[in-house]
């Protein structure tokens, strides 16, 4: 089993950043891709970033590329996503996930965290 809590979200002006943290307890962090999706209001939830156990390789959904940055700290058990240059079409709760084999872009995943809600104003 793995654990996975986000933390990090919130409010933010259009043209802001914010940084996401999932922080993964329980067996080996290392050894799964790590992933981010969100959901906004009606619609699908959708894959945003992902980065393989190796940390060698990342994946991002076209919305995310040139703005969003997902990194990963495997001593820290943690995987991070950087968020700039934000939009209101950003808004929606951000869902950290865990893997063990690809693809990475899309689900099912093994083990998902609460989510937490991110909301950009205009």
């Known amino acids: 089993q793995v654990q996975l809590v986000e933390s990090g979200g919130g409010l933010v002006q259009a043209g802001g950043s914010l940084t996401l943290s999932c922080a993964a307890s329980?067996?080996?962090?290392?050894?799964?891709?790590m992933a981010w999706f969100r959901q906004a209001p009606g619609k699908e939830r959708e894959f945003v970033a992902a980065?393989?156990?190796?940390?060698?390789?990342?994946y991002y959904a076209d919305s995310a590329k040139g703005r969003f940055t997902i990194s990963r700290d495997n001593a820290k058990n943690t995987v991070y996503l950087q968020m700039n240059s934000l939009k209101p079409e950003d808004t929606a709760i951000y869902y950290c996930?865990?893997?063990?084999?690809?693809?990475?872009?899309?689900?099912?995943?093994?083990?998902w965290g609460q989510g937490t809600q991110v909301t950009v104003s205009s």
């Open positions: 980065k393989s156990w190796s940390a060698g390789i990342t």
């Open positions: 329980g067996r080996t962090f290392s050894s799964y891709a």
């Open positions: 996930a865990a893997k063990g084999s690809p693809p990475y872009r899309a689900v099912p995943y093994d083990y």
